[in-house]
């Protein structure tokens, strides 16, 4: 049973560009979390995507975004890229039906951004 | 609102000594709590959660952690520590109805010297 997958598991950009980040959900999970993790610092929800729709945002801007497709695979599109936006994205996975709040997270994308 | 406050973000034990990783959180509603796992260049690997059901919890790799509502309090035990258990911790802390949003502390890192 594969677990949550992500890609690229390390990218580098530049400012002002953009980033496209991608993940596929645990088998039988339908809603995927994206969180950013700073350096030596938690992870901080970003959104969260069910049936296709934005469900929930963290405290983000709008140069984030993201898309869930049928298959439940999801995208996390980072636009006009800042320093700051260096990070560990994380994805997570889990199923509505069991709304117990237990995630399952995927490696990880490591992002630079010089 | 809700939080989690990890006291202490590096904690250093001998091996075979006693791990203490401490939290608390704030919470207006009932929650779910869990505490998380991340070693280096990693993402991040559930070791228990407590769900309303028992209040001392037991997880992987020979952890507990016991729910103290009166206190606010899921602090994770290790009777002995080994080697193998460096690694960054992280509480959560999420909510019925929360749609399986998580909010993070900001991690102990744990190192074990021989």
């Known amino acids: 049973d594969a677990g949550v997958t992500q890609s690229p598991t390390h990218l580098i950009k530049t400012r002002g560009q953009q980033v496209t980040l991608r993940c596929s959900p645990k088998s039988g999970h339908d809603t995927v979390s994206w969180y950013q993790q700073a350096l030596g610092q938690g992870p901080q929800f970003i959104f969260q995507?069910?049936?296709?729709?934005?469900?929930q945002r963290g405290n983000f801007p709008d140069r984030f975004s993201g898309h869930q497709f049928p298959n439940y695979s999801s995208e996390l599109n980072v636009n006009a890229l800042l320093l700051g936006d260096s990070a560990l994205y994380l994805c997570?996975?889990?199923?509505?039906?069991?709304?117990?709040?237990?995630?399952?997270f995927g490696e990880g994308s490591r992002l630079t951004v010089l | 609102a809700q939080s989690v406050t990890q006291l202490g973000s590096h904690v250093s034990v001998s091996e075979g000594a006693l791990v203490l990783l401490r939290c608390n959180y704030s919470s207006s509603v009932p929650p779910y709590l869990f505490w998380y796992v991340q070693y280096p260049n990693q993402g991040l690997q559930l070791l228990l959660k407590?769900?309303?059901?028992?209040?001392l919890v037991k997880g992987i790799n020979g952890f507990e952690a016991e729910f103290k509502k009166s206190e606010t309090s899921f602090h994770l035990t290790k009777p002995s520590a080994h080697m193998s258990d460096a690694a960054e911790y992280f509480c959560?802390?999420?909510?019925?109805?929360?749609?399986?949003?998580?909010?993070f502390g900001a991690g102990t890192r744990l190192a074990v010297h021989p």
């Open positions: 995507y069910y049936e296709e729709e934005e469900r």
């Open positions: 997570a996975s889990s199923s509505m039906d069991r709304n117990t709040g237990e995630l399952f």
């Open positions: 959560a802390v999420s909510f019925s109805g929360g749609y399986n949003k998580l909010i």
């Open positions: 407590y769900t309303s059901a028992a209040t």
